[in-house]
């Protein structure tokens, strides 16, 4: 069992940033990948950015060059600085772990509002 709890969320103003944080405990020396993903209110929940345990990471195409995933193993946590936030970015934004083969996990969410 992996548990995975966000903090960091909160309102900024168009152009601002953010960084959100994703603190995982349980079994963390199983997890394999970490991610951020992110729901708007009527959409899909849609995957933001991800990272290896090798650190490779991966972006939507929609946050490329504002957003940067990070993740530090040794305090089981990973991160999403968000910069340059735009008025599409505002959802819900969850913390998501893969432990292999196929076990995910979720945390609970926190809020980034964007608005002048």
């Known amino acids: 069992q992996v548990t995975l709890v966000e903090s960091g969320g909160g309102l900024v103003q168009p152009g601002g940033s953010l960084r959100l944080s994703c603190a995982a405990s349980?079994?963390?020396?199983?997890?394999?990948?970490m991610a951020w993903y992110r729901q708007a209110p009527g959409k899909q929940r849609e995957l933001v950015a991800g990272?290896?345990?090798?650190?490779?990471?991966n972006y939507a195409n929609s946050v490329k060059g504002r957003f940067t995933i990070s993740r530090n193993n040794a305090k089981n946590s990973v991160y999403l600085q968000m910069n340059s936030l735009k008025p599409e970015d505002p959802a819900v934004y969850y913390c998501?772990?893969?432990?292999?083969?196929?076990?995910?996990?979720w945390g609970q969410g926190t809020q980034v509002t964007v608005s002048s």
């Open positions: 998501h772990a893969m432990v292999l083969p196929a076990t995910y996990y």
């Open positions: 990272i290896l345990r090798d650190s490779d990471t």
């Open positions: 349980g079994r963390v020396d199983e997890i394999h990948a």
